[in-house]
């Protein structure tokens, strides 16, 4: 079947004017009810079509095959990508679908990147809708005189004229020859200027065929927003076959680069008060049965193999397989109590580094206690000298610091209870409500008044003038080791020996010219 452009006859231009001045003049709301109709326009139904698409995360299969596709040539299908040329000089790859497709209007999104080294690429990537599948040719690595059309994204210039990269549609009724020379200029039916090579994200085409119109839309890949579309061509009154079979091909030449596509998806396009066939009318009866003997097949073979399993552990027989994954509310449950169990440990940390200071500040204060009595006993009644008064006020200092370690020791000693019973709820069976949170709040203001409380002992400690008394001894000075006399006998013999490595030096160098 012929793809054909249907052609309208040309009209008068002079009395085309006459009759739309007549027409603005007499009915001045023409426009209006144009506008209103085109604003409810209903848009067609789409339904996605799976044996007609891929994508990934999970595109190919284990043995390297897509499904409901074949790939050929030097076409190489991964899990998130279809690679149809590498980066090398001439290549051809192509994929296409296993099965026709019959759809009277339809929607394809193809999702592609096209990425090289160099300044300018070659040769291109082309999306084909042709009667049968041309799985190589010369014609961006498919076959040339084919029946439908190809959309080709061409990126080498080769009649010379700057205008490339570019997007073409070309048709063909299965007898014309593409023209390479000129980029297919002549047998073009629409095309636009797109750049389409080395963009930060992946270019999307969206090609539409509906109501016997071909529409373009393409996204240039500056943006992460999918349905940032801007127009391209559109091809009216276009009439391709009724069935045929989609690809995607691609080729290098002397210039390469690598042509990757992500996803190609398909939606059949049903008009507004249409219903839409079926599902089960889709699939012959052939096909049908065949998809139900291989699922009684299977289940037969895991019947088996439960069977088997049963009589290997009969421990285990009646009891539920547990979930293998988590849930959100696990998830959080476990968050909760592994930050729960963190506070725990660290508040058991401080616990223990109060816990030394206060037996140091029980070992300063008894043996300031002992020192204090020495003193009272030795002094006469009455007088008191300074180093009496001066240790009086560090005792003072000391004994209050140690009723502020006891009052924070005895805080945290009731973070950690009330952390104990948050975690015995929680293990009860009561997580996530309101009395776990406002034990968490509980927690965290003894927290605050423990780090208050112990910004205010240094500061204390800092601006009480006592601490001035109580300093270590200074380390008396180190005698020199060096006389003068014993430096000037090394310095003379420091020369001595300089003065002996340049003669022999000297020697060496004349004895070493008698050769020459």
Same mark, same amino acid.
């Given at each position: 079947?012929?793809?054909?452009?249907?052609?309208?006859?040309?009209?008068?231009?002079?009395?085309?004017?006459?009759?739309?001045?007549?027409?603005?003049?007499?009915?001045?709301?023409?426009?209006?009810?144009?506008?209103?109709?085109?604003?409810?326009?209903?848009?067609?139904?789409?339904?996605?079509?799976?044996?007609?698409?891929?994508?990934?995360?999970?595109?190919?299969?284990?043995?390297?095959?897509?499904?409901?596709?074949?790939?050929?040539?030097?076409?190489?299908?991964?899990?998130?990508?279809?690679?149809?040329?590498?980066?090398?000089?001439?290549?051809?790859?192509?994929?296409?679908?296993?099965?026709?497709?019959?759809?009277?209007?339809?929607?394809?999104?193809?999702?592609?990147?096209?990425?090289?080294?160099?300044?300018?690429?070659?040769?291109?990537?082309?999306?084909?809708?042709?009667?049968?599948?041309?799985?190589?040719?010369?014609?961006?690595?498919?076959?040339?005189?084919?029946?439908?059309?190809?959309?080709?994204?061409?990126?080498?210039?080769?009649?010379?004229?700057?205008?490339?990269?570019?997007?073409?549609?070309?048709?063909?009724?299965?007898?014309?020859?593409?023209?390479?020379?000129?980029?297919?200029?002549?047998?073009?039916?629409?095309?636009?200027?797109?750049?389409?090579?080395?963009?930060?994200?992946?270019?999307?085409?969206?090609?539409?065929?509906?109501?016997?119109?071909?529409?373009?839309?393409?996204?240039?890949?500056?943006?992460?927003?999918?349905?940032?579309?801007?127009?391209?061509?559109?091809?009216?009154?276009?009439?391709?076959?009724?069935?045929?079979?989609?690809?995607?091909?691609?080729?290098?030449?002397?210039?390469?680069?690598?042509?990757?596509?992500?996803?190609?998806?398909?939606?059949?396009?049903?008009?507004?008060?249409?219903?839409?066939?079926?599902?089960?009318?889709?699939?012959?009866?052939?096909?049908?049965?065949?998809?139900?003997?291989?699922?009684?097949?299977?289940?037969?073979?895991?019947?088996?193999?439960?069977?088997?399993?049963?009589?290997?552990?009969?421990?285990?027989?009646?009891?539920?397989?547990?979930?293998?994954?988590?849930?959100?509310?696990?998830?959080?449950?476990?968050?909760?109590?592994? $930050?729960? %169990?963190?506070?725990?440990?660290?508040?058991?940390?401080?616990?223990? !580094? =109060?816990?030394? @200071? /206060?037996?140091? *500040?029980?070992?300063?204060?008894?043996?300031?206690?002992?020192?204090?009595?020495?003193? $009272?006993? %030795?002094?006469?009644?009455?007088?008191?000298?300074?180093?009496?008064? !001066? =240790?009086?006020? @560090? /005792?003072?200092? *000391?004994?209050?610091?140690?009723?502020?370690?006891?009052?924070?020791?005895?805080?945290?000693?009731?973070?950690?209870?009330?952390?104990?019973?948050?975690?015995?709820?929680?293990?009860?069976?009561?997580?996530?409500?309101?009395?776990?949170?406002?034990?968490?709040?509980?927690?965290?203001?003894?927290?605050?008044?423990?780090?208050?409380?112990?910004?205010?002992?240094?500061?204390?400690?800092?601006?009480?003038?006592?601490?001035?008394?109580?300093?270590?001894?200074?380390?008396?000075?180190?005698?020199?080791?060096?006389?003068?006399?014993?430096?000037?006998?090394?310095?003379?013999?420091?020369?001595?020996?300089?003065?002996?490595?340049?003669?022999?030096?000297?020697?060496?160098?004349?004895?070493?010219?008698?050769?020459?």
């Amino acid at each position: 079947m012929a793809v054909s452009i249907a052609l309208r006859r040309a009209t008068n231009p002079p009395l085309f004017l006459l009759t739309f001045l007549t027409t603005l003049i007499f009915h001045p709301s023409v426009a209006d009810i144009s506008t209103s109709a085109s604003t409810t326009e209903e848009f067609p139904h789409r339904r996605f079509e799976y044996k007609y698409s891929f994508k990934g995360p999970h595109l190919s299969q284990a043995d390297g095959s897509i499904p409901f596709w074949i790939h050929t040539g030097n076409a190489i299908p991964s899990a998130d990508q279809v690679r149809i040329t590498p980066s090398l000089r001439s290549q051809r790859g192509s994929v296409w679908t296993k099965n026709k497709v019959n759809f009277e209007h339809w929607e394809a999104e193809v999702t592609f990147r096209v990425s090289g080294r160099g300044r300018m690429g070659a040769d291109g990537l082309a999306v084909w809708f042709t009667t049968t599948q041309g799985l190589d040719g010369p014609v961006y690595g498919a076959a040339d005189q084919w029946n439908g059309f190809g959309v080709f994204f061409d990126s080498f210039d080769n009649d010379g004229k700057k205008n490339n990269p570019a997007i073409i549609v070309v048709g063909n009724n299965g007898n014309l020859v593409y023209d390479h020379q000129n980029d297919g200029s002549t047998q073009a039916l629409g095309t636009c200027l797109r750049d389409f090579r080395n963009k930060p994200y992946p270019v999307r085409a969206k090609i539409t065929y509906y109501k016997r119109t071909l529409t373009i839309l393409i996204n240039n890949g500056f943006t992460p927003d999918r349905e940032d579309y801007e127009f391209c061509t559109k091809v009216d009154n276009m009439i391709i076959p009724s069935e045929g079979f989609f690809g995607i091909s691609a080729a290098t030449g002397g210039l390469a680069d690598d042509h990757d596509v992500l996803s190609f998806l398909l939606f059949r396009l049903t008009e507004p008060g249409q219903q839409p066939p079926p599902v089960d009318s889709e699939i012959p009866k052939e096909e049908k049965d065949k998809y139900q003997e291989e699922f009684q097949n299977f289940q037969q073979e895991l019947d088996k193999k439960k069977e088997e399993f049963q009589k290997e552990h009969p421990d285990v027989q009646g009891e539920p397989i547990e979930d293998l994954y988590e849930s959100v509310n696990d998830r959080e449950i476990r968050q909760v109590f592994e $930050g729960q %169990n963190r506070i725990h440990l660290e508040i058991k940390q401080l616990h223990r !580094q =109060l816990a030394m @200071i /206060l037996d140091e *500040q029980r070992r300063y204060v008894s043996a300031i206690t002992d020192e204090v009595a020495k003193k $009272g006993t %030795n002094a006469e009644s009455g007088q008191a000298d300074s180093s009496s008064q !001066q =240790l009086g006020s @560090i /005792l003072a200092t *000391q004994q209050d610091v140690l009723r502020n370690l006891n009052e924070l020791k005895n805080s945290f000693h009731d973070s950690l209870k009330q952390i104990g019973s948050v975690q015995h709820q929680g293990n009860a069976g009561g997580l996530g409500s309101y009395e776990t949170i406002q034990h968490f709040n509980d927690i965290k203001e003894h927290l605050h008044t423990v780090k208050r409380d112990v910004e205010h002992l240094v500061q204390r400690n800092a601006q009480n003038p006592a601490e001035k008394v109580m300093k270590c001894p200074e380390v008396p000075p180190m005698p020199s080791c060096l006389s003068t006399v014993h430096f000037a006998i090394f310095v003379v013999i420091q020369s001595v020996l300089f003065f002996c490595y340049v003669m022999y030096k000297s020697q060496q160098e004349a004895a070493a010219k008698k050769f020459f």
